[in-house]
């Protein structure tokens, strides 16, 4: 984005270019956080669909000049934990659903 690369609630903080060092003296780096799969392409990938089709009409931008939206990755994650969690629970149950129905033996050891 050239001289504009923070155009939203980080605009100013390394500083302004009126004013370099009026930057916040706690600046840190904090390590990569690891994701997994699932929920580094809902923040990646799926979030940005579902906001173009469904989303926008309810969450309003932070700028409007510039459109920036933000969502709190914290929420994300947990919604991402929880959606793999009840999935991982879902299929131990329909498995053990589907091998009771199967009568058959071979096809239950198939299956």
């Given at each position: 984005m050239g001289?504009?690369?923070l155009i939203g609630e980080d605009q100013?903080?390394?500083g302004s270019s009126s004013d370099p060092h009026s930057h916040a003296?706690?600046?840190?780096?904090?390590?990569?956080?690891r994701?997994?799969?699932f929920s580094k392409w809902?923040?990646?990938?799926f979030i940005i669909w579902f906001h173009r089709c469904?989303?926008?009409q309810v969450k309003k931008p932070i700028d409007v000049e510039s459109g920036v939206v933000a969502y709190e990755e914290d929420n994300l994650?947990?919604?991402t934990s929880h959606t793999t969690t009840i999935i991982a629970s879902l299929l131990l149950i329909i498995s053990t659903v589907v091998l009771y129905r199967v009568h058959n033996g071979g096809i239950r050891l198939g299956t």
């Open positions: 001289n504009l690369a100013n903080v390394w003296s706690d600046l840190i780096v904090i390590k990569e956080q994701m997994d799969h809902v923040i990646e990938k469904i989303w926008h994650l947990r919604y």
